[in-house]
């Protein structure tokens, strides 16, 4: 008997394929001298981002709710996770296990926030979630940047001022406010990136293949009729977001402990938009879509730097933001290009035939 | 003394963001939609006004008018091009392209007028003192408030009594039915852009008098808050859109001077995070329970 396979499953597996090919792709060019040290500092950024993107669009895709303050959580993985690789440097000697401690520790507090916000918030629904995931984006980095917070022999140390801030003599500074963190043990590689990607692939296509993951397309959908089924709207909502910022929070440790040195405000409103920027052009709930987009837009600009192109950079994406909705949200436009896809369609056919 | 100082700021303050919050209140009562834009449409308006005086050398009230004429001419043009396309689409989609209209203006505002931050020159100068060396009102704030009253007593006269008024307000309460008795939607909702983005244009103006830098971004963040001050009063609500701007404007004030600088953006949102759980409404809108 022919084995029936779920055409989701099927579209999962495809994804795990390309990003395994990818990773073994790049690798294979780097072995062979092929990738310049400048795009090499990329990699790891870019799987950040192409989490980022993925996580967002479970958020913006698939649960439906606009968010805005993605970086926020991103900032929240990084700081916590900066501070946690520092503090397991005598625990956890091995370096992939005190990365993935602190990446874990980095997605715990994402999960923190999320809920933090969550759970008043998504009582709200479209335009005011969005402000206020916007809102706390900005109070966290408000927060992070009169934040000190270092350890000494007798523990953790966290001040809102430098003139609280005392520790004793042997003791290192590891947030000094509005200068971020500093003097960070790069311990990020492109394997972890590569292997955070899998992770989130992982969970958040067997989140929306299972039933929770009906239950929130359902929300999207419908929230009504979803909710007279017996669908717990806060919870399925809830689920939704806290594990979007989990994975931003990962992506956030992995990002913030590939530099020496990070500010809160790296990750302001802009970089929230930069990631829905992937969100959308890589289509709304399309997994596949947000990975391929995130890694070539934030590799892209790297490329033409020779063509002088950064500067209209963010104006090409604005032009692009709006273009895709136009086109893909107003009827004429939609009948338009939807013809013109048929025709080029029945060409395809008409010369394979 | 220093507490009144402060009222008197924040007082100030709160009436440019209550002429912000009238636009996005406007806005949102008709098309029902967040313009994230409008922000930005205040720092095109501080732009022009800061050409026209400093470069052409024009006095201060053609470069308000000026700075009025075009960020009315934007707001329509923005309307019909972007989001007018839009009109039966899902709310998300037309907040994502609202999104990035502010990005194409802010960006665009980047390429064409340099990054830098430019010096605006106050329209008016000089203070008003009450007590010597305790206690001065500067002429921009009462300038600010005048403003904000006369805006307020204009548009409540506007939405009252003329028929252009009563057509705005036939469109909010519900749009096909205001079609069917014979109005024109689509010219309503211009309309409301423009008087938007006109007050836009007057509160860049007063904001740039008042804390005089000049940036493309200088728009964005009270934009926000001002959205935030719209909210709170009760979004749609005119009179919300006064109450909320000056409570916010006070707030901001305090929390500067009392808790911290670095954390007055944070004292603003988690006021609107409060807002929205304890009265979702705000302090003047209507409850709508959703019908199904």
């Known amino acids: 008997m022919k084995k029936k396979v779920n055409k989701n499953s099927l579209n999962g597996f495809i994804n795990y394929g390309i990003v395994v090919a990818a990773y073994v792709v790049i690798r294979a060019m780097i072995g062979g001298g092929m990738v310049s040290n400048s795009l090499q500092s990329l990699l790891v950024p870019a799987c950040c981002y192409v989490v980022m993107a993925v996580s967002l669009n479970l958020t913006v895709g698939i649960l439906g709710e606009l968010s805005l303050g993605h970086a926020g959580f991103m900032s929240l993985g990084a700081f916590s996770g900066i501070v946690a690789s520092i503090m397991l440097q005598e625990a956890i000697p091995f370096i992939p296990l005190r990365l993935a401690a602190s990446m874990a520790i980095g997605a715990l507090a994402g999960a923190l926030g999320g809920a933090i916000v969550g759970v008043p918030v998504l009582r709200l629904q479209g335009d005011y979630l969005a402000i206020v995931t916007l809102a706390f984006g900005q109070i966290i980095k408000n927060i992070i940047m009169v934040l000190y917070v270092g350890v000494d022999e007798t523990g953790i140390h966290v001040a809102a001022s430098s003139d609280r801030f005392v520790l004793a003599d042997d003791g290192v500074a590891i947030i000094k406010g509005p200068m971020g963190a500093v003097g960070v043990t790069k311990l990020a590689s492109f394997t972890a990136g590569f292997i955070l990607i899998l992770v989130t692939l992982l969970v958040v296509q067997n989140l929306v293949s299972s039933r929770a993951g009906r239950a929130i397309m359902a929300l999207r959908d419908n929230r009504i009729a979803a909710e007279s089924v017996g669908i717990n709207v806060t919870k399925y909502k809830l689920m939704a977001f806290v594990i979007s910022a989990a994975l931003a929070g990962a992506a956030g440790a992995l990002f913030g402990l590939n530099y020496s040195s990070t500010v809160a405000s790296k990750f302001d409103f802009n970089t929230s938009i930069l990631v829905l920027v992937f969100v959308v052009l890589g289509g709304l709930g399309s997994i596949r879509g947000s990975m391929i987009a995130a890694a070539l837009l934030y590799v892209l600009p790297e490329l033409l730097r020779s063509f002088d192109i950064a500067e209209y950079r963010m104006l090409i994406y604005a032009i692009i933001l709006i273009l895709v909705m136009l086109v893909t949200n107003n009827p004429t436009m939609k009948t338009f290009f939807g013809s013109l896809l048929k025709k080029s369609k029945k060409k395809k056919e008409g010369a394979g035939a | ?292």
């Open chain 2, 1 to 292: 003394m220093s507490f009144l100082n402060n009222v008197i700021t924040g007082i100030s303050l709160g009436s440019i963001y209550a002429i912000i919050a009238l636009g996005y209140t406007m806005v949102y009562g008709i098309a029902k939609m967040l313009n994230f834009a409008h922000g930005d449409v205040i720092m095109v308006g501080a732009y022009m006004a800061f050409f026209a005086m400093g470069r052409f050398e024009l006095p201060a009230i053609a470069g308000v008018l000026l700075a009025v004429v075009v960020c009315t001419a934007l707001g329509i043009v923005i309307e019909r091009l972007a989001y007018k396309p839009l009109r039966q689409a899902p709310s998300l989609a037309v907040l994502i392209t609202a999104i990035g209209v502010s990005y194409f203006l802010q960006n665009g505002a980047q390429i064409l007028w340099g990054a830098a931050t430019k010096t605006f020159t106050p329209i008016v100068n000089g203070t008003l003192v009450l007590v010597p060396e305790q206690l001065s009102i500067s002429y921009v704030a009462i300038l600010s408030v005048v403003c904000c009253i006369v805006v307020m007593i204009g548009l409540t006269l506007f939405t009252t009594r003329t028929k252009m008024g009563k057509t705005m307000r036939a469109c909010s309460e519900d749009k096909a039915a205001a079609q069917l008795m014979g109005i024109n939607v689509d010219a309503t909702i211009s309309m409301t852009f423009a008087i938007g983005s006109a007050l836009a244009a007057i509160a860049g103006v007063l904001m740039c008098s008042a804390y005089p830098v000049l940036s493309p971004t200088t728009g964005s963040m009270p934009g926000i808050r001002a959205f935030t001050a719209a909210v709170f009063g009760g979004i749609g609500s005119i009179p919300g859109a006064l109450l909320g701007g000056i409570l916010l404007g006070i707030i901001e004030t305090f929390g500067k001077a009392y808790i911290s600088t670095d954390l007055s953006d944070a004292v603003v949102f988690a006021v609107l995070i409060i807002v929205l759980l304890v009265k979702p409404a705000g302090l003047m809108g209507k409850y709508v329970p959703e019908k199904v």
